[in-house]
Every structure is written in structure tokens, then in C-alpha cells.
């Protein structure tokens, strides 16, 4: 299995477009890792978490041939997550892709409200795209994956919405998506204890800023891990991975490997490729 890190950043990017904090004027210098854009993840060239804005770039940096991913997983609407009206490309004239061609797409009630909306209603989309309407804690099958959807301690301006993070049992490796969270509500740490995890990709927005709370920092994420291992939920060899990171938590690439190597954390980048 391949897990391909696209973007790793917030929602404005880093450097944010418009900004000028010192943070971001040493990531235009520096640039490297440096350099983050919006966040979502590809497994196995099929299954991609999220649809951000910077999808477009992500596929010429990367080499990436969209027309492959066969599932894609919305955690919440927010902009930097969910781009939908790039979806509006995925048919003729604008693109001319091999018969049979099917983009599965899983989220909540709000997730596959606006898509209908925007698409489904106005086109004859309904033979390339299927909408999978999923509820927080009922599992469902996904190609060769098993998901279960969580509860994620985030909101958006849509009353209502569940803002989910995924589980993914995949070629026997269990993989927690913790991505836009803050600390898991009580419901959500009981239903993880039915897992024993071999990845975490979780939230560190915050860095070195002290809040818990929709988004995590640095002390959130070693408290996460923490738990984790208090509940006996990681198994003997486990990777724990933070990303989703914001130039206001005030920390560049080598700083955080600096902090997080101490608790054999990695920290992802743009392009990070991790195999198992």
C-alpha cells in the first residue's frame, strides 16, 4: 500500500496567499517542505481523501491521472476540503476518459446535497459520478476498502453537518484519517476501541498554539497519542503521522521534526509517500 501526502496545509495555504507574517515570508525563502498546500491524501491511486482546491496542481505536480481514482472520501465542506465545481469537468467536452469510468463519492447529507445540486440535477453526470450518502459510526464498503466514518470534533457554517474523520481497513492495515479535529468527542474514543491501528495521519493546525479545540496542536497531538497507547489501540509497529498545518501555529518544517522526532511522530510534507 501507498499513501501519497498531495498537500499538508490549512485552509490559505502556506505561505497564505495573501500574507505577510514571518512565518510565511521564511517559507518564500526557504522554500522545500516548506511549501504547503491544501490537504488530502491518495491511496494506491485509487482512493483519495478530500477535494481541495489546489486538486488542479496536485495533479501535474505529481503526475497523477484523475480519471483513475475510483473512490473519493469528503470529510466536511469547508473550502479548503471540497471544491465541487471542479467536478463539473469530469464529462465531455471537457474531458475524454475510457468507458466504464465511475467516481464514487462518499459523505455526508450536506456533502451529497451540494453536489446534487450543483451537478447531478442540472446534467447528465448521474453515469460518472455515484453519490454515496454515509452516516457517522456505519461502516460501508468501498472497493477493496472497508470505511468507518467518526465523529470529528469540527463545525462548519452548515447547521447540522457531520463533519467526518475515516477509518480505513485496507490489505489488513488499518488506517486512522484524523485530519481537521479537534480532541475526539467521548462517543468517538468509545467507537475507536474496536480498532487496533497501524497508521494515524491526525490534525496539527495549531502547533505551538495551546488550543484543542475543532482544530489540534502539538500538546493535543501528544495527548492523542497518548491515549492511543493508554487504551491499547496501536498496534507493535505502528506510524503516527501528524499534518494539516497552519502558519500561525508559528513552526516550519524542521522545527516540527525537531519537537515531534522525540515521540517518533513524523511530520508529513507535500509529497510525502509513505509505504506499508
Same mark, same amino acid.
Given at each position: ?11 490559505e ?7 505577510e507574517?514571518?512565518?510565511c ?7 522545500g ?7 488530502s491524501i491518495?491511496?494506491d491511486?485509487k ?13 501535474l505536480?505529481y503526475?497523477?491521472?484523475l480519471?483513475?481514482?475510483e473512490?473519493?472520501?469528503i470529510t ?13 469537468f469530469?464529462?465531455k467536452?471537457f ?12 459523505g ?8 446534487s445540486d450543483?451537478?447531478?440535477?442540472k ?5 460518472l ?13 468501498? #472497493?477493496e476498502?472497508? $470505511? /468507518?466514518?467518526?465523529l470529528?470534533?469540527?463545525?462548519? +457554517?452548515?447547521?447540522d453537518? *457531520?463533519?467526518?474523520? =475515516?477509518?480505513f481497513?485496507y490489505k ?5 484519517f484524523g485530519c ?17 491501528f497501524?497508521?494515524?495521519i491526525?490534525?496539527c ?7 484543542e479545540?475543532?482544530?489540534? #496542536?502539538?500538546?493535543? $497531538? /501528544?495527548k ?6 493508554? +487504551?491499547?489501540?496501536?498496534? *507493535?509497529?505502528f506510524? =503516527? ?13 524542521s522545527?516540527?521534526q ?7 511522530i ?5 509529497g510525502?509517500?509513505?509505504?506499508i
Amino acid at each position: 500500500m501507498e499513501i501519497l501526502f498531495l498537500g499538508t496545509c490549512a485552509a490559505e495555504g502556506w505561505p497564505g496567499i495573501f500574507c505577510e507574517c514571518e512565518y510565511c515570508k521564511k517559507a518564500r525563502k526557504l522554500k522545500g517542505k516548506n511549501i504547503r498546500t491544501r490537504s488530502s491524501i491518495l491511496i494506491d491511486k485509487k482512493y483519495k481523501v478530500d477535494f481541495p482546491p489546489d486538486t488542479y496542481l496536485h495533479v501535474l505536480k505529481y503526475g497523477i491521472n484523475l480519471a483513475e481514482v475510483e473512490h473519493l472520501f469528503i470529510t466536511h465542506s469547508h473550502r479548503d476540503h471540497f471544491s465541487p465545481t471542479e467536478l463539473i469537468f469530469r464529462s465531455k467536452p471537457f474531458a475524454h476518459m475510457k468507458e466504464g469510468r465511475v467516481l464514487n463519492i462518499y459523505g455526508s447529507k450536506t456533502i451529497c446535497e451540494i453536489i446534487s445540486d450543483l451537478i447531478l440535477k442540472k446534467t447528465n453526470y448521474n453515469t460518472l459520478i455515484k453519490l454515496h450518502q454515509v452516516k457517522v459510526f456505519n461502516e460501508f464498503k468501498a #472497493g477493496e476498502m472497508v $470505511v /468507518f466514518p467518526i465523529l470529528a470534533d469540527h463545525k462548519t +457554517e452548515i447547521e447540522d453537518e *457531520e463533519c467526518f474523520n =475515516f477509518i480505513f481497513n485496507y490489505k489488513n492495515k488499518f488506517i486512522l484519517f484524523g485530519c481537521d479535529t479537534g480532541w475526539y468527542p467521548e462517543e468517538t474514543w468509545q467507537y475507536l476501541k474496536n480498532f487496533k491501528f497501524d497508521i494515524i495521519i491526525m490534525d496539527c493546525t495549531n502547533g505551538k498554539l495551546p488550543y484543542e479545540k475543532g482544530h489540534l #496542536g502539538i500538546e493535543g $497531538v /501528544f495527548k492523542v497519542k497518548k491515549k492511543l497507547m493508554e +487504551e491499547n489501540l496501536l498496534k *507493535e509497529n505502528f506510524k =503516527f503521522i501528524v499534518t494539516h498545518f497552519s502558519h500561525n501555529g508559528g513552526l516550519l518544517y524542521s522545527e516540527l521534526q525537531e519537537i515531534f522526532r522525540k515521540e517518533k511522530i513524523e511530520v508529513a510534507y507535500d509529497g510525502k509517500i509513505v509505504k506499508i
